[in-house]
């Protein structure tokens, strides 16, 4: 039996059985229990941790008395009722004592990954309902702006529209007059050795029409506006700016999202068409200054190889990639949780999973084309 005491508290270490047991006697207050914390250190440290704390003979305590015990880790038998109240207060939630034994590291590997499991299940039906409630939004302020245009706020969209549009250009240019650089270099190293050189116009003008300008342009955007989307959306949800919209009876779809939503639809064909043209331009720089062709017949080539369903189709994708960007952006937003970490995660969520559902969609909008 080891034992410490101090001027109004002793503490005994015995054995009770095969259990360790720590006896406490005595009041455990603000003056007793700084010289606890150190003495005691030997007799409760972690290699000697007790089953048990005997506090039938604490005759008071307050709240650095149950500070202690909570401390020493262990089960708390016959105390009193004063005493088992300030525990109440000061020891965690969920009513245990922070004994090593109770880690959950140490709990079986089994039991964590049911409960990781059940946790990842869980998550995902709630963002899986939250996700069909948003859309199930979205169409219906899609039809209310349809049947009601005046209560659409114009004014907002005409501001996106600068965003999205005007702003956008000029790394749109850039990036799809490169792009067009790019596969006629291509084109011209793979071509040039049948002396088919005259198709590397074919081969700019059709990729950036119907594939490479709607996707690069989409791209863009998603990681330009649906990322700022989600940012300006995930701010006003952290300072409680939607809740207060849903509070006054507002909807929030119609404040927040459709203004970016029309925006996005609108600027987008734009965008497609600017960004054919500049891929088609740096095709129409490298098919003058490295291959040799006429201009005239470089641009005649081209007009010969475009068709209206052709650039149908450009077209057509670039409205759907409006549509992922949109929907994806604002639904990160409102997602958000608290803090700024919360607002950079959905951003970054935003560009991900825009970026991913794009080519998803690229990918089945390119067989249904080549089945029609």
């Known amino acids: 039996m080891q034992d410490v005491e101090t001027a109004r508290a002793r503490v005994e270490a015995v054995r009770v059985g095969d259990r360790s047991v720590l006896r406490v006697t005595g009041r455990l207050d603000v003056e007793s229990t700084p010289a606890l914390w150190s003495q005691v250190r030997a007799l409760v440290g972690p290699d000697a941790r007790p089953d048990e704390i005997d506090a039938s003979g604490v005759t008071g305590c307050d709240s650095a008395g149950a500070a202690w015990l909570v401390w020493v880790g262990a089960p708390v038998s016959g105390a009193n009722r004063q005493v088992a109240a300030l525990l109440d207060l000061v020891r ?13 590291e140490s709990a079986p590997p089994r039991e964590l990954l049911v409960a ?14 939250f996700t069909i409630a948003y859309i199930g939004t979205l169409i219906e302020g899609l039809v209310a702006a349809v ?15 600068v965003r999205t549009g005007s702003d956008a250009l000029p790394i ?16 011209f190293e793979m071509l040039r050795q049948f002396g088919y050189e005259i198709f590397v116009a074919d081969t700019v003008a059709v990729s950036m029409v119907m594939e490479l300008g709607p996707l690069m342009t989409a ?10 989307f989600a940012a300006e959306i995930g701010t006003m949800k952290v300072n409680e700016e939607v809740d207060a919209l849903d509070t006054m ?12 939503f029309i925006a996005m639809l609108c600027t987008m064909p734009i965008l497609v068409v600017f960004a054919a043209f500049c891929g088609i331009a740096g095709g129409l720089m490298i098919g003058t200054l490295v291959v040799g062709l ?8 081209t007009v010969q190889r475009l068709t209206i369903w052709r650039a149908a189709q450009g077209l057509i994708k670039g409205e759907c990639y409006a549509v992922v960007i949109a929907a994806v952006g604002c639904l990160r937003g409102l997602q958000t949780k608290s803090g700024a970490q919360g607002v950079g995660l959905s951003a970054t969520s935003a560009v991900v999973s825009g970026v991913f559902l794009i080519i998803v969609v690229d990918a089945v909008l390119t067989v249904i084309f080549h089945n029609v």
């Open 147 to 161: 049947r009601h245009p005046r209560s659409l706020r114009w004014k907002d969209v005409v501001l996106y529209m």
């Open 92 to 104: 965690p939630r969920d009513g245990t004592a922070p004994a090593p034994k109770t880690d959950p």
């Open 172 to 187: 749109v240019a850039l990036i799809t007059f490169l792009v067009g650089v790019i596969i006629a270099y291509q084109a």
């Open 116 to 129: 990781r499991l059940g946790h990842a299940a869980e998550q995902s039906a709630a963002g899986l309902h």
């Open 249 to 260: 009876g507002l909807d929030s779809t119609r404040f927040l999202v459709m203004p970016k």
């Open 294 to 301: 006429p201009m005239h017949v470089y641009l005649h080539e």
């Open 219 to 228: 791209i863009i955007m998603a990681g330009r506006s649906g990322s700022a």
